[in-house]
């Protein structure tokens, strides 16, 4: 059983400040996935990582791949408010299905 | 451009019944799955079908049953709710994962 741990599980800042979330799994995935999901909703789509190494940038966001490919993070820079919600990442094992292994979240909450 | 509907929002049911959880996507994805979200354990998968015709379990899928009714409904049954089930589900469809959520059923049982 492929296990991702999400750290940390809360996260409250000021706005402005920077964040890093992290996280990581003994398992080697083909793919990892970032979402985010606001309360009432479903988790949306933010990125996709590949490659090992691989950084993707998505406005203040910036998503690493590890380079094994066991470990991700998330990092915002100059948090706002509207950046407030749960953030998941998911990790693909390689079947042909999408069966993705999700980590616990982090619920970070930015205060103006 | 709907995405993902999920229906009903919202349900309470008594321990014992059943209900079948409807989900529809119009963005013509092979792949549909069914997550329950539960407080501090993330997305747990109960089962998902790679394309029409076909359905798996995921990693809970006891006191659950899905049928793909077409390529774009994938509903989950409830036959005997058990308080254990209280959740939040959620349905997901994508070409090879889950892409787009729908925004889920909050779903207790007494």
């Known amino acids: 059983t492929q296990l991702l741990e999400q750290s940390p599980q809360f996260l409250s800042i000021q706005e402005g400040e920077n964040l890093t979330v992290y996280c990581n799994s003994s398992?080697?995935?083909?793919?990892l996935q970032w979402y985010r999901q606001e309360p009432g909703e479903g988790p949306v789509l933010l990125v996709t990582?590949?490659?090992?190494?691989e950084v993707k940038k998505l406005k203040r966001l910036t998503f690493q791949f590890g380079d094994a490919r066991k470990d991700s993070s998330l990092h915002i820079t100059a948090a706002q408010p509207g950046d407030t919600g749960l953030y998941l990442c998911?990790?693909?094992?390689?079947?042909?299905?999408?069966?993705?292994?999700f980590g616990q979240g982090t619920i970070l909450t930015v205060h103006p | 451009n709907a995405g993902v509907t999920q229906t009903p929002k919202f349900q309470v049911l008594k321990t014992g019944q059943s209900m079948t959880l409807q989900c529809a996507q119009d963005?013509?994805?092979?792949?549909m799955y069914w997550y329950r979200q539960d407080p501090g354990m993330g997305l747990r998968l109960i089962y998902y079908?790679?394309?029409?015709?076909?359905?798996d379990k995921g990693e809970v899928p006891n006191g659950y049953n899905v049928s793909r009714l077409n390529k774009r409904e994938f509903s989950l049954r409830l036959e005997s709710a058990a308080p254990s089930q209280t959740s939040v589900y959620f349905c997901?469809?994508?070409?090879?994962?889950?892409?787009?959520f729908g925004d889920g059923t909050r779903l207790s049982i007494l």
């Open positions: 398992s080697v995935f083909s793919s």
């Open positions: 990582v590949v490659t090992g190494g």
């Open positions: 079908s790679a394309s029409e015709g076909t359905t």
């Open positions: 997901a469809s994508g070409y090879n994962q889950p892409q787009h």
């Open positions: 963005m013509n994805h092979n792949s």
């Open positions: 998911a990790g693909d094992g390689g079947t042909s299905y999408g069966k993705l292994t």
